[in-house]
């Protein structure tokens, strides 16, 4: 801002305007309503908020950062630290809490596989880092994954220029070991579809020396996978911060060989004149990336899954009692491991589509978002719900399925 433009602001700004200027008179000052009232900006903007019925997904901002995570983020924002110094504690901290050599906060499990991946090609070679995505030149430029693999988040390996090559056998994932082999890449929530378990896919590549990396996004729960990965032998583990572990949204984790880490972070912030300039995560997310690994590390787990599954029975007892309604309750057996619920009914007692159903929650007081399954059933995810409301999701879904009884 120009000095002119300066002055002009503080004389259209009261509150700034009565508070840094001394001349104000008093009357004047008690006129105005207190500087430090919070504001509601959702409130504001008319932003719809809703029962988050749904689950951790970008679209519905994925989950809420605990309290302790907004302490670190609030605790933390009036000072300056040196990234680097920053990367390097946090990274040595996380590190220890999940068995890594190293660690680093990225910008989302996303980043977080496009920056290792990206560490694995270059190594320490600035020049390298400089030429992403551009690899022609590369020696070591192809990445492995299995068909089954590929289709969700495969785009992160393809964003540093490499080549991906497809197997689907363990005979083929031999033959397909080159001299222009990087990496492979394993995307845990696919395991149960894959021909590959991860015990034979890393023994291959060990015995070819090539390094392996784990997309575990969303497999938290259980928090053992957490170190699981890394133990297993794993060079690289990828983790969403802004899922389970109720980080900043925009976080997220990469760790695994200090070699690794170190030539990942020649592709991030700070250094420019890379491909990951734009994958930046303040001070604050960093220190709020930490916060909530910590917290979600130390939390009873146990208590929490039992406070799930009383949520979950809340809703699946109030269902039940609808004539031709029926909820299931069901641990998806990866990514988003927690009791979730299968409401279904008849159509022919119940004249309601999925589609008019998860519409009518939307529309109806309060808001509450909950994916569709097929033409007469719903999903409903209990573990993004604020104490309390799974009382009013348990209402409103009797009541939209009584009112459309036959
Ligand atoms: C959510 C997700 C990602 C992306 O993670 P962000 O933290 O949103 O960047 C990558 N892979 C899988 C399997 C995911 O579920």
């Known amino acids: 801002m120009k000095r002119r433009d300066v002055v002009k602001y503080l004389s259209i700004a009261p509150v700034a305007g009565a508070v840094a200027g001394s001349a104000a008179p008093l ?24 029962i988050n019925a749904y689950g951790v997904y970008t679209t519905h901002t994925a989950s809420l950062m605990s309290d302790e995570v907004l302490d670190a983020i609030n605790g933390s924002s009036k000072k300056f630290v040196l990234y680097n110094d920053l990367q390097d504690k946090v990274g040595e901290k996380i590190a220890a809490m999940c068995h890594a050599e190293a660690a680093m906060v990225t910008s989302g499990c996303w980043s977080a596989i496009v920056l290792g991946t990206a560490g694995v090609l270059t190594g320490m070679d600035r020049k390298k ?5 551009d690899v022609s030149s590369f020696e070591k430029n192809e990445v492995i994954v299995q068909r089954s693999h590929m289709g969700s988040y495969d785009h992160t390996l393809t964003n540093t220029g490499i080549k991906r090559v497809v197997v689907e056998t363990a005979d083929e994932l031999e033959k397909a070991i080159s001299p222009k082999t990087a990496m492979t890449w394993f995307y845990n929530e696919a395991a149960p579809w894959g021909k590959i378990g991860h015990e034979e896919w890393l023994a291959i590549a060990k015995k070819h020396n090539i390094p392996t990396m784990v997309d575990i996004a969303a497999d938290v729960p ?10 297993m032998g794993y060079d690289l583990v990828c983790v969403s911060g802004g899922k389970a572990i109720r980080g900043p949204q925009s976080a997220g984790i990469l760790m695994g060989r200090k070699h690794l880490i170190a030539a990942a972070r020649l592709s991030a912030p700070p250094g420019g004149n890379n491909i990951g300039r734009g994958m930046k995560v303040n001070k604050e997310e960093i220190l709020g990336m930490y916060a909530a ?6 939390l009873d787990h146990g208590k929490e899954w039992k406070m799930w599954e009383d949520r979950a029975a809340i809703i699946a007892n ?26 279904n009914w008849d159509q022919s007692l119940i004249k309601l589509t999925s589609r008019d159903m998860t519409a009518n ?13 097929v033409e007469n059933a719903l999903i409903i995810s209990v573990w993004m719900m604020q104490p309390g409301e799974e009382k009013i999701v348990a209402r409103r879904l009797t009541e939209e399925l009584n009112k459309a009884s036959v």
């Not at 008690?30 to 903007?45: F, Q, S, V």
């Not at 690994?293 to 130390?298: G, K, M, P, S, V």
């Open 27 to 50: 009357e004047a000052v008690a006129a105005i309503p207190a500087a430090t009232a919070k504001r509601d900006l959702i409130k504001e903007l008319g932003l719809r908020t809703f």
């Open 129 to 133: 880092v400089a030429l992403l995505p």
């Open 222 to 231: 259980p928090v053992e996978n957490l170190w699981k990965f890394n133990d």
């Open 293 to 298: 690994l910590e917290r979600f590390i130390n």
């Open 318 to 343: 109030a269902v039940n009692k609808v004539r031709g309604a029926k909820a299931e309750i069901f641990v998806p057996p990866h990514a988003n491991v927690t009791p979730t619920l299968r409401i």
């Open 361 to 373: 929650l939307r529309d109806g007081e309060p808001s509450i978002e909950a994916p569709k399954y």
